[in-house]
């Protein structure tokens, strides 16, 4: 079990490009939640998926921001026309369900020069 | 909604100490708790979890306690290292999502 895998580790956009992060689950995990780390700052959670749903996505950006996790495939946090304050570490986590263990991705970390 | 609470922010001790990091959290109507390690610029590794039935979990040095009524949970590490110098973080899970503190930052000195 190669553990939640995310990709790619960096990321460099230009401002206004589109940014799409990658979140492969455990193998057996059908939840999966989003995190955006800003520098010097806590974790803040974005959004919670089970597979081909939205749970909660009370943490995300209404604008520009949007996320999926299809039947198959990774889940994806897709991030259009980014701007320098998108600038963060993001995680992904996955569980087996919504009360079970999280465990984390080693994150993505995007610039936007 | 719930908001979650880490005190102290930062705390730097000299090696061998024992020391207790708290977490408090705002609603108790939680399904468990997770403490995680972060390293500078790394991801989240998980220590321990806690359902909302334990009261407590232990793993080497390690002890976490729960106590929901309250909305605290305490970590506290034995006889602590350098190595056990990073970013100490508890997570509040329902059943949607876990909810952070921002962390206490530790720092062992040799």
């Known amino acids: 079990n190669a553990g939640v895998m995310q990709n790619p580790r960096h990321l460099v956009r230009r401002r206004g490009q589109e940014a799409r992060l990658r979140c492969s689950p455990m193998k057996g995990h059908s939840h999966v939640y989003w995190y955006r780390q800003l520098p010097e700052e806590g974790l803040k959670f974005m959004v919670y998926?089970?597979?081909?749903?939205?749970?909660?996505e009370s943490g995300m950006p209404k604008e520009r921001f949007s996320a999926e996790f299809p039947k198959e495939g990774p889940s994806i946090l897709r991030i259009q026309q980014v701007v320098r304050g998108d600038s963060a570490a993001y995680f992904c986590a996955s569980s087996k369900d919504g009360g079970a263990e999280a465990f984390f991705g080693q994150g993505t970390r995007l610039t936007v020069v | 909604k719930q908001e979650v609470t880490q005190i102290p922010a930062a705390l730097s001790v000299p090696e061998g100490e024992n020391l207790v990091l708290n977490c408090s959290f705002t609603?108790?109507?939680?399904?468990?708790l997770q403490w995680f390690r972060q390293d500078p610029g790394k991801g989240l590794t998980s220590l321990l979890l806690?359902?909302?039935?334990?009261r407590e979990q232990t793993s080497g040095r390690l002890n976490a306690s729960l106590d929901k009524s309250s909305g605290r949970s305490t970590l506290y590490i034995a006889a602590s290292q350098p190595g056990d110098s990073a970013t100490y973080l508890c997570?509040?899970?329902?059943?949607?999502?876990?909810?952070f503190g921002a962390g206490t930052r530790l720092t062992v000195k040799p």
């Open positions: 997570a509040v899970g329902n059943n949607n999502d876990m909810r």
């Open positions: 609603d108790s109507a939680i399904y468990n």
């Open positions: 806690i359902q909302s039935s334990q």
């Open positions: 998926l089970q597979k081909e749903n939205i749970i909660d």
